[in-house]
């Protein structure tokens, strides 16, 4: 892949060194987009028409809900537990982008997550899948 963006829907996304790539390459616009770290520490899923997460009712896993709010976007993230046999768990968010107006638009997505031991498995430094999802700009006037 050659391109330095990749368009989704109003979202465009920047293709960073390190990062693979998973696009519908036959349209100039993507309706699907997976996203993979390097060593395989992480996978981001996103696709068009996408549900938006909905919390459990009732869950037989315990889960974590957190939000983090940065200057135009609000990132809202649902994490269950991962299963005691298992070395990942998968994670879904909604991220807002807010346009000059103040309208939200909506990216739901899910990440899936490595552990090592109890710990989520990454690269020094900031989680990689939320620098990229910081990243993501807004487009409406698509060229």
């Known amino acids: 892949?050659?391109?330095?963006?990749?368009?989704?829907?109003?979202?465009?996304?920047?293709v960073e060194k390190g990062l693979e790539y998973l696009i519908n390459e036959?349209?100039?616009e993507t309706d699907f987009l997976l996203i993979s770290g390097q060593h395989?520490?992480?996978?981001?899923?996103?696709?068009k028409d996408f549900p938006i997460f909905t919390v459990p009712e009732h869950s037989d896993r315990d889960y974590c809900l957190f939000e983090l709010k940065r200057s135009g976007r609000v990132i809202k993230f649902f994490c269950p537990e991962r299963h005691k046999n298992l070395d990942t768990a998968v994670?879904?968010?909604?991220?807002?982008?807010?346009?000059?107006?103040?309208?939200?638009?909506?990216?739901?997505?899910?990440v899936r997550v490595e552990f090592?031991?109890?710990?989520i498995r990454q690269p020094r430094g900031k989680l990689k899948f939320l620098e990229v999802l910081e990243n993501v700009q807004l487009v409406l006037n698509k060229i």
Request: net charge negative; charged share 25%.
């Open 91 to 110: 994670w879904y968010f909604c991220m807002e982008l807010f346009d000059e107006s103040g309208e939200a638009h909506t990216l739901p997505g899910q």
């Open 116 to 119: 090592d031991g109890d710990t």
């Open 1 to 14: 892949m050659t391109d330095k963006r990749i368009l989704f829907g109003e979202f465009e996304f920047p």
């Open 26 to 28: 036959n349209v100039p």
């Open 40 to 47: 395989d520490t992480f996978s981001m899923m996103f696709e």
